[in-house]
């Protein structure tokens, strides 16, 4: 496995309300991951030159990219959308709670609400639908399900595999308007931002997708993990 490659491209300059960034990831050659967000603002993911193994994985190579899919996985397995609360919310709930004179902590009840929340989302057909005995199954928002591409998140030890496929197509849907789906070079998956199969899990990959934007490419300090798995590569090769 070749190591992991990333660049990542400033798109939408003319826009005011954001930074919006294409992320793409190569390894095994010229094998190529884009994560974008397109010009209706929904994330998508896709993969190309991948001949017949669409798949791409992440390890800990690039141990940060590595933790914010670990992140992803794990939101979605539990059902935790809204994650632990952050010391912004913590302090404002602890401020709201002097004012309005409250004899508990307005933290303990966001947290029991938070739980209360996640055992909902958990019992829902959306979750359901997207997690099936550990693995992650997210169809495209662009399409039907009969036919709409999908990219599976399976969790192996120190990797993340992305596993991308399609559906056989109807001849009912094999004209122009579904030249995208039809591309044999590609297979891209829509993540809507609002209006999704999997509403409210759609928050969850763009978290993901946040996070790679708050990332420093340019100063990248070497993880123990990484350095680790490096030498992993160098061991094998220096045996071949």
């Given at each position: 496995m070749d190591w992991l490659k990333i660049e990542k491209y400033e798109l939408y300059k003319e826009r005011k309300d954001g930074n919006y960034y294409d992320?793409?990831?190569?390894?095994?050659?010229n094998k190529t991951l884009s994560i974008?967000?397109?010009?209706?603002?929904?994330?998508?993911?896709?993969?190309?030159?991948?001949?017949?193994?669409?798949?791409?994985?992440i390890g800990k190579d690039y141990y940060e990219i590595y933790m914010l899919f670990d992140k992803l996985y794990s939101s979605v397995i539990n059902?935790?959308?809204?994650?632990?609360?952050?010391?912004?919310?913590?302090?404002?709930?602890?401020?709201?709670?002097?004012?309005?004179?409250?004899?508990?902590?307005?933290?303990?009840?966001?947290?029991?609400?938070?739980?209360?929340?996640?055992?909902?989302?958990?019992?829902?057909?959306?979750?359901?639908n997207l997690v099936q005995d550990g693995l992650?199954?997210?169809?495209?928002?662009?399409?039907?399900?009969?036919?709409?591409?999908?990219?599976?998140?399976?969790?192996?030890?120190?990797?993340?595999?992305?596993?991308?496929?399609?559906?056989?197509?109807?001849?009912?849907y094999q004209n122009d308007a579904d030249l995208m789906l039809m591309d044999p070079r590609r297979i891209t998956v829509r993540f809507r931002n609002s209006g999704s199969r999997y509403d409210p899990f759609n928050i969850i990959f763009m978290g993901l997708y946040q996070g790679l934007c708050n990332l420093d490419y340019e100063y990248h300090q070497i993880h123990i993990e990484e350095y680790l798995q490096e030498s992993k590569i160098k061991s094998r090769v220096l045996k071949r």
């Open positions: 992320f793409v990831f190569q390894r095994d050659g974008f967000f397109g010009g209706n603002l929904d994330l998508y993911f896709s993969l190309e030159n991948f001949d017949d193994d669409p798949t791409f994985i059902a935790d959308i809204y994650g632990e609360i952050t010391e912004e919310e913590k302090d404002h709930l602890i401020f709201m709670n002097k004012i309005n004179q409250d004899d508990y902590h307005r933290e303990i009840e966001e947290l029991k609400r938070r739980e209360r929340y996640r055992k909902f989302l958990k019992n829902s057909h959306q979750y359901k992650i199954i997210w169809l495209s928002d662009e399409y039907f399900d009969e036919v709409a591409p999908f990219v599976k998140i399976k969790k192996q030890e120190n990797v993340y595999i992305l596993e991308f496929g399609k559906s056989k197509i109807p001849l009912e």
